[in-house]
């Protein structure tokens, strides 16, 4: 059965930082571009960061430039979003999903496979 499973979100301080891992069951990730997505109440599903296949093939929304890093480790089958100096407006459900393509994209549409999120809460 092909899955991703996210973790690693939680309640954290503005400033503060959270690691979300993306782990694959069922296929090798390594094959697949990831991407990360985030859904706040009341508003759409919006693209994050996303990874390629190629080495240094990514991609960060203006919103999380310089904050967030996206990265993969083929030998443990996941990607993970490292998410820094967070504040209120990061809080969402984050997902991540799986594309079968080389090149990764920030729209919901080409992805194939999805988790079932993480919630993430920036408050004081």
């Known amino acids: 059965q092909l899955q991703l499973v996210e973790s690693g979100g939680g309640l954290v301080q503005p400033g503060g930082s959270l690691r979300l891992s993306c782990a694959a069951s069922g296929f090798a990730l390594s094959y697949y571009a990831v991407g990360w997505f985030r859904q706040a109440p009341g508003k759409e599903r919006e693209g994050v960061s996303c990874i390629g296949r190629r080495v240094g093939s990514t991609y960060y929304a203006d919103s999380v430039k310089g904050r967030f890093t996206i990265s993969r480790d083929n030998a443990k089958n996941t990607v993970y979003l490292q998410m820094n100096s967070l504040n209120p407006e990061d809080t969402a459900v984050y997902y991540c999903?799986?594309?079968?393509?080389?090149?990764?994209?920030?729209?919901?549409?080409?992805?194939?496979?999805w988790g079932q999120g993480t919630q993430v809460t920036v408050s004081s």
């Open positions: 999903a799986a594309d079968a393509d080389y090149y990764c994209s920030a729209y919901v549409g080409p992805y194939d496979y």
